[in-house]
């Protein structure tokens, strides 16, 4: 079992619509949360990052995490064809690394 | 702010060749830098974690020798692909911390051996 599962997708959505991303860990000590989006051949861009449960919102992103289920989501309002691109979560420790999920490839359409 | 850079960008080098890969924080000072490599529809994948000042940290499964890593100053470091294969072929990858959780990742480095 892989400790960061994500769907690869890839999530078709069409513009306007939310974008619903999730992932799933098995490591509780994991204690906080980061999101990233990769566009092709480019380096990660840190979007959002929580270290608790619960909700955190930023512009039109929202990251959701539910400890108790070992659970997080991201939210993506009125998503635009710019945001097409493949999201990584990453859930981290005290040791200072990161686990990357796989990533969940989305692409919005005009 | 949190600007990382990477170079080269893309570089093809022959079976056998040295590489170096240099990482740099322009607007921050990175006290722990990271190298990932990433295959095509896989996720990032951690090889080394560097302090500057320090010796890197290698996961399990990198080898320290044909993939070295020195964090010199606080805003660079290099990784170095020696003897390279055709198998270390991949998207290498790094990242910069200030101190706190957030990694900011460089813009990768495509290497292609032939």
């Known amino acids: 079992q892989k400790e960061v599962e994500q769907d690869p997708g890839p999530l078709s959505v069409p513009e306007g619509a939310i974008v619903s991303l999730n992932c799933t860990y098995s490591?509780?000590?994991?204690?906080?949360f980061m999101w990233y989006r990769q566009y092709s051949r480019k380096g990660p861009e840190l979007l959002m990052y929580t270290y608790s449960s619960g909700n955190k919102e930023d512009g039109r992103f929202t990251a959701q995490v539910d400890k108790s289920s070992k659970y997080i989501s991201l939210f993506i309002r009125d998503s635009q064809p710019s945001d097409s691109a493949t999201y990584l979560c990453?859930?981290?420790?005290?040791?200072?690394?990161?686990?990357f999920g796989a990533g969940t490839q989305v692409v919005v359409t005009p | 702010g949190a600007v990382v850079s990477q170079h080269p960008s893309r570089v093809i080098c022959k079976s056998g060749t040295s590489v170096k890969i240099e990482c740099r924080s322009l607007d921050f000072q990175a006290t722990t830098m990271f190298w990932y490599r990433q295959f095509p529809k896989q996720s990032l994948m951690l090889m080394a974690t560097?302090?500057?000042?320090?010796?890197?940290?290698?996961e399990q499964g990198v080898e320290k020798d044909k993939f070295l890593i020195n964090h010199a100053s606080l805003t660079l470091s290099t990784l170095t692909v020696t003897s390279a294969h055709p198998e270390d072929s991949s998207f290498y990858i790094c990242?910069?911390?200030?101190?706190?959780?957030?990694?900011?990742f460089g813009p990768g480095t495509r290497l292609t051996v032939t």
């Open positions: 990242s910069a911390s200030a101190g706190g959780r957030e990694q900011y």
């Open positions: 560097s302090n500057e000042g320090s010796k890197a940290t290698y």
């Open positions: 990453a859930p981290g420790g005290s040791w200072g690394k990161l686990q």
């Open positions: 490591n509780s000590a994991f204690q906080y």
